[in-house]
Structures are given as C-alpha cells and as structure tokens.
C-alpha cells in the first residue's frame, strides 16, 4: 500500500512522494501542513521576468472554466480581492533567444501549494511556462511545438526537502528542457 504525500498537476514532470506505511505518512503529511517542507521547481518561461527575482505574492481565485467544459480554472486577483495567498520565489537563472522568440529559464520555489500556483503566476506575470495550455502564451506554444517539435508543459518538480525529517527527494532536470531552450541546462546542487 502506498500513501501519497503531495500532487502536481498531471502535465508537470518531477516529484510526486509517497510512503510505504502510515506512520511515515502521519509524518510527511505533518510536514506539509506546518509548511516544514521546501520545493525547488524549474521552468521555461517565455520573456523574462521583470525585475529577474523576487517574490511574488498574490490572490488567488477559482472561477468556473468556460466553453461547457467542467472543472475550474483559476485566476489573480487583486492584493485585497477574496481567495487563498499564493507567494513564490523566483529567479532567473538564463534567457536565451530561440525559436523566435526569448526564452528564460527560472528556479521557482512555492512557499504556498495553491492549485496550478506556479503555472498561473508565471502567466499573470507575463512570463507563460512554454506548453502551458491553460495559462500560457497559445499562438507561441502552437508555433513552438510545430518549429521544436517539443509539445509538453516545460514545468519540473526537482527538489523536495522535508526538513523536520531530514529528508530530501531530487529529480534531474529532463533533456527536453535544454533541447528546446537552445543551451546546456542542470538543476543547481543542492
């Protein structure tokens, strides 16, 4: 049997814990509930942040998806507007022009788990996560993946620390992420 410790959106690659008994489970998920817990994401974003790091912090709102599709999609709101906090760190780690236009690649690191949180404040922020299909750029990602041939959400859950249990999970960082930003890229050490 195994207990699942955290979720990431089903198009992100990465991390995804899970321990073996109950016990460890209780520990885990006391983890995350008393925030003892440090997530290191990378992304490739289109344009590049401005200024190149910081903190973003934001409201975060669910609103119905339209068109008749079910499910919900979510947005900003303003600093005083009703929903959850969302606060990342960000940084910059590289830009690089290609495929037309300039692509960047950031350390992202959740200091909140809201639903689609990095994916939507990257959007908000105007740096989209290229093949993002709710929240990003649409014409570039069609163009990108007809040019690229590269067709995923370039978003990676690499590094979770539950520091409490003295505890540390790494993914690599996928070769598609240098492929399709043109330079060599690694996920830092840590």
Known sequence: ELFLLNRIDSPT??????????????????????????KTYYALVLGR??????VWADRLMRQPAGRGGGGVR?????????????????????????????????RLEPVTGRT?????????????????ATYGDFPFNH???????????????????????????ESPLPREFSAAFGKELAAEKS
């Open 143 to 169: 163009e990108f993946g007809r040019r690229t041939g590269h067709k995923r959400l370039f978003l990676h859950a690499a590094r979770i620390r539950l520091r409490g249990l003295n505890f540390t999970a």
């Open 13 to 38: 690659s990465g991390l995804v814990l899970a321990a073996l008994d109950e016990e460890t489970a209780a520990q885990g998920r006391q983890a995350f509930a008393n925030g003892e817990v440090d």
């Open 116 to 132: 689609h949180q990095l994916r939507v404040q990257c959007g908000a922020h105007r740096s989209p996560i290229v093949g993002d």
């Open 74 to 106: 979510m947005m900003l709101g303003g600093p005083n507007a009703p929903g959850a906090l969302a606060k990342t760190n960000y940084t910059c780690l590289g830009s690089n022009p290609n495929a037309g236009a300039m692509l960047s690649f950031l």
């Open 49 to 54: 942040p401005r200024p190149p790091s910081g």
